[in-house]
């Protein structure tokens, strides 16, 4: 077929059979299935100024691919401009009431739009991206073209004529090649008004759905709240309170020192020792309390302490990442753990590499997480997410990472891991971040920040409650999802049956839609 301008009412196809008129199985009488080149009055795309649009500020807004919505509306973020006098010389690509937009290139291809009375522009054109697709109002509505295309069926027909690699696409012939069910028009009317009714239903049910995931994020930040203030659980006045198992850790703590010192000294005395040397090396340093003037109160039994207070070791991993990484696991290779792996849930190892056993064994020898261990990020975008360690291999870290052991004997890794991520924890860890392009926390940060601490028993029974909140919330996500799933499909659904003939009754007084497209094709030929 010769080569058409795109802003032409389209030339009339060669004349069809009787038979093209017989609606295929399951379409009601009175309906044709027809190619969309018939039924068209034009198709074309829109132009650019020399040099592109970047250069300007103001104008008349260019639409663009990315400012249809995946729901037939548009979003309105980074509008391009072109000049008023390039806007006025265009024969083409200028947006009009009711006209259906369709993505024509990339990877958005055939997502479409529609201009309705809610469109924010008096003035305002498509580029190159984008087709302008008129119907021919004697034969079919504009709201109509748009549902079709927007369908499933609409979107398979235009996925088979797409061409070229990712950032292909289709071009103007498609038209020559898309079928669609065609009713008479008044009952194009009726669907669309009955289908708009129903499909605002969905979207209103939809956009209920949308809002659950926003609540129960607040709602797990509400049940880690209540943990690590007392509130989540009752307390047992038989607990040993937290105070007594933290005094009986600073004397054992104090012990092991003097032993250490002792198992140093040989016939030395401590003078003759520390003769020449720091003499606070030599000399017990008393723990410090936490100053909580302005933190909360807690409940009786509870203390604050400094992590560094509960926590025997507080480490980060390698400074210096190794050069030489694989891929693959191998013979003598160890797993290399950086902050992208850390996830709420555990380790995550769908991204991860591997390095040999020498650098694994000297940045193991000083940061060595175990299973249970508290992984803390302390560097980047994502700082302060914390997790178990869930993983009974050996791995090295990043110093993106901070390693927090803690001591069994006053608090548990689940609760310090509660802790972390609660909204008080969190802005306590977080609020000591430095720098300006990169967040950090520095270790002697970390381990001076202070933790509220239940008696032992108290907090085995919150993190017993957490996990059970926490698969609630769980189990509701996973409604949501598949409530998710199931409005589109419904949605889908909906289409389906109107573009079938069973969403509204057929009125026999209807002129059919063959008898309107001969009509229709008459008229072009006379046009021409």
Request: proline letters at 6%; aromatic letters at 8%.
């Amino acid at each position: 077929m010769a080569k058409r301008k795109s802003n032409t009412i389209l030339n009339p196809s060669k004349a069809r059979k009787e038979s093209d008129f017989t609606p295929p199985n399951g379409l009601p009488p009175g309906w044709a299935n027809v190619v969309l080149e018939e039924v068209l009055l034009s198709i074309e795309n829109g132009n650019r100024p020399k040099g592109g649009v970047r250069a300007y500020t103001s104008g008349v807004p260019s639409i663009g691919g990315e400012h249809l919505n995946d729901d037939g509306g548009f979003k309105f973020d980074n509008i391009r401009y072109v000049p008023e006098d390039f806007y006025q010389k265009l024969n083409r690509g200028k947006i009009k009431l009711q006209d259906v937009l369709i993505v024509k290139d990339g990877a958005t291809t055939g997502k479409a739009s529609f201009i309705n009375s809610d469109f924010p522009y008096k003035s305002a054109a498509v580029n190159e991206h984008v087709f302008i697709i008129r119907g021919c109002p004697q034969v079919i509505d504009q709201r109509y073209l748009f549902r079709y295309l927007f369908s499933k069926a609409g979107q398979e027909q235009i996925d088979s004529n797409f061409k070229g690699s990712a950032q292909g696409g289709i071009n103007s012939t498609f038209i020559l090649n898309f079928f669609l069910p065609l009713p008479p028009l008044p009952e194009q009317d009726r669907i669309i008004e009955k289908l708009e009714k129903l499909l605002e239903r969905v979207e209103r049910a939809k956009a209920s759905i949308e809002n659950v995931p926003k609540i129960i994020k607040q709602f797990r930040q509400a049940v880690l709240a209540a943990a690590c203030s007392g509130k989540l659980v009752e307390q047992d006045s038989s607990d040993e309170p937290a105070s007594e198992l933290l005094k009986r850790i600073r004397i054992e703590r104090r012990k092991k020192w003097e032993e250490d010192l002792h198992a140093r000294r040989s016939s030395k005395s401590v003078g003759e020792i520390i003769k020449g040397k720091d003499p606070k090396k030599y000399k017990y340093e008393e723990p410090v309390e936490p100053d909580t003037s302005e933190l909360p109160e807690l409940p009786n039994g509870w203390v604050w302490a400094f992590l560094d207070d509960v926590c025997p070791s507080i480490q980060d991993g390698t400074h210096y990442s190794p050069k030489v990484q694989y891929k693959e696991p191998g013979k003598d290779r160890y797993l290399y753990i950086t902050s992208k792996n850390i996830k709420d849930e555990g380790i995550d190892l769908t991204d991860v590499t591997y390095i040999d056993t020498k650098i694994h064994a000297d940045i193991f020898k000083r940061c060595n997480p175990e299973n249970g261990d508290v992984l803390l990020i302390k560097d980047g975008a994502i700082t302060g997410r914390a997790t178990i360690n869930n993983l009974d291999e050996e791995f090295s870290l990043l110093s993106s990472v901070a390693l927090l052991k803690t001591n069994h004997q006053i608090l548990t890794p689940k609760y310090l891991r509660n802790y972390l991520v609660s909204p008080l924890g969190f802005k306590i860890i977080t609020g000591q971040v430095t720098g300006s392009a990169i967040t950090r926390i520095v270790l002697h940060k970390i381990k001076s920040s202070p933790i509220s601490i239940p008696p032992l028993a108290e907090q085995k029974r919150i993190v017993a409650k957490v996990e059970e909140l926490f698969t609630l919330a769980d189990t509701i996500e996973a409604s949501v999802k598949k409530a998710q799933a199931n409005a589109e499909r419904i949605k889908q659904s909906l289409l389906t049956k109107a573009f079938r003939g069973e969403l509204v009754e057929q009125d026999p007084n209807d002129e059919s839609a063959s008898v309107l497209l001969e009509r229709i094709q008459e008229e072009k030929k006379k046009q021409q």
